[in-house]
């Protein structure tokens, strides 16, 4: 069976860090981009972060770039999202996703761009 699964979030507070997780099962999960995207109450999902299949590029949201890390380990099937300096504005449903698109940052960036998601973890930051 073919599954993402998220696991890592929780309830922090501003300034704190935490580290998501994103694994994979059931399929070559190393020929395929890994993108984060999240979702608060009331908004559209949005892009956070991508990593490609190989690890070697990387793109970011600029409301997260310089305090999130992707990161993937191929021989484990886990793609990660170590998230630092939190801010309220994080707070929202994170989901990973893959799909076998890369390149400019709009491709990258859409949802369109990825056909497997995980069922999304909850990262909720407190002021």
């Known amino acids: 069976q073919v599954q993402l699964v998220e696991s890592g979030g929780g309830l922090v507070q501003a300034g704190d860090s935490l580290r998501l997780s994103c694994a994979a099962s059931?399929?070559?999960?190393?020929?395929?981009?890994v993108g984060w995207f999240r979702q608060a109450p009331g908004k559209e999902r949005e892009f956070v972060a991508a990593?490609?299949?190989?690890?070697?590029?990387?793109w970011y949201a600029d409301s997260v770039k310089g305090r999130f890390t992707i990161s993937r380990d191929n021989a484990k099937t886990t793609v990660y999202l170590q998230m630092n300096s939190l801010k309220p504005e994080d707070t929202a449903v994170y989901y990973c996703?893959?799909?076998?698109?890369?390149?400019?940052?709009?491709?990258?960036?859409?949802?369109?761009?990825?056909?497997?998601w995980g069922q999304g973890t909850q990262v909720t930051v407190s002021s």
């Open positions: 996703a893959a799909g076998s698109q890369w390149g400019a940052y709009r491709v990258v960036a859409g949802t369109a761009g990825y056909d497997r």
């Open positions: 059931g399929w070559s999960f190393s020929s395929y981009a």
């Open positions: 990593i490609k299949w190989s690890g070697s590029s990387t």
